[in-house]
């Protein structure tokens, strides 16, 4: 099995599908995860790596830019930005791409109308992009509080119908870090996985 982050059980779900989305709330360390994904994928694979969001820490890639090699970094501002370069990445059909993060130019524009119809394309397009090369799309999105009164991606919607596999990134009470398993609700873990951000990156808390 391909070694994605580092914790077998996560590694064991994120095997399975070719669409994985992280969210959760600010700092909570969903740029560390991906940039830990890249990290043990992108010195052997064409990898695509977009940020919209001006939270891509070159600093950390250059401790150890050989785990990167095989990465082009590239970023994007507006939504109009990030559709030319989900064009662009279509073209150049590398094994995975990542978006960090995916909703975050939807939230600016979210009230126009052309909005939803732009972070579809975005999404379909950079899916069909990893399909061509039997890759996977990585991505992260920010969230909100929804109408029940927890935290959701914004796009929720569109992000569901997208994305196979979507991971909830939380803190628990204390500072500690945890994922939960949002889709699919079958593939929900017994246990909590923990995890800290470290300048290494993410690593993973042992219960024992």
Same mark, same amino acid.
């Given at each position: ?21 992280? #969210?959760?709330? *600010? ?15 992108? !010195? =052997? #694979?064409?990898?695509?790596?977009? !940020? ?15 785990? #990167? ?6 970023? *994007? #501002? ?9 064009? *662009? ?7 995975? =791409?990542? =978006? ?16 939803? &119809? ?21 991505? &992260? ?68």
């Amino acid at each position: 099995m391909v070694v994605y982050t580092g914790n077998t059980a996560l590694d064991g779900l994120i095997n399975e599908y070719s669409s994985i989305l992280f #969210y959760g709330p *600010a700092g909570v360390g969903k740029t560390t995860l991906l940039l830990t994904i890249a990290g043990d994928l992108c !010195s =052997v #694979y064409s990898c695509i790596y977009i !940020s919209t969001e001006e939270t891509l820490h070159y600093e950390r890639i250059a401790v150890n830019p050989e785990k #990167y090699d095989k990465t082009l970094f590239t970023e *994007a #501002y507006d939504l109009d930005t990030l559709v030319k370069t989900a064009v *662009a990445v279509s073209a150049l059909k590398p094994k995975y =791409v990542f =978006v960090d993060s995916i909703n975050a130019l939807f939230r600016v524009e979210a009230l126009r109308e052309e909005a939803v &119809s732009k972070l579809a394309f975005i999404t379909a397009l950079l899916l069909k992009t990893i399909e061509e090369t039997s890759g996977k799309l990585f991505a &992260s999105a920010q969230v909100r509080v929804g109408e029940t009164g927890e935290i959701e991606a914004s796009g929720i919607k569109i992000l569901e119908y997208y994305f196979d596999l979507i991971i909830g990134l939380y803190f628990e009470p204390g500072g500690k870090r945890y994922i939960k398993i949002v889709k699919p609700i079958d593939k929900a873990l017994e246990e909590k996985i923990l995890f800290t951000i470290t300048s290494r990156g993410v690593e993973w808390i042992d219960r024992g």
